[in-house]
């Protein structure tokens, strides 16, 4: 599946993701799940939070989530039990982002990283 950017309706508010600017923070959305990723704390950081509708956070705990850069092999992390991921030392680039969950491989295209 892949998720697409989601532009909120004017006035619409949504909490930010820990240790991010908000300017820079974007949310993807595909059916019922929500991938939302900005910087971490560091330079070459990269932090996310995957949230699924009617879904227990512990089904997330453990699940792999790679960065694929086009130049060069893909990055991996896990999300947590809370569906929360980071990568550290990402350097600029586009990558594409793969979530696998439970059921199914959510993919953001052309993610663009400063």
């Given at each position: 599946m892949v998720?697409?950017?989601f532009r909120?309706?004017?006035g619409l508010a949504y909490g930010g993701l820990r240790g991010t600017s908000e300017a820079t923070t974007r949310v993807f959305q595909v059916d019922d799940v929500t991938v939302t990723v900005g910087p971490g704390q560091g330079p070459g950081s990269l932090v996310g939070l995957v949230l699924i509708a009617g879904t227990e956070l512990?089904?997330?705990d453990g699940r792999t989530v790679?960065?694929?850069p086009t130049d060069r092999a893909a990055l991996s992390s896990s999300m947590d039990d809370l569906g929360n991921f980071e990568f550290d030392g990402v350097p600029a680039?586009?990558?594409a982002l793969e979530i696998e969950?439970?059921?199914a491989l959510i993919v953001v295209e052309e993610l663009h990283l400063d």
């Open positions: 998720a697409t950017l909120p309706a004017p512990q089904a997330l790679r960065l694929i680039g586009v990558y969950l439970p059921d």
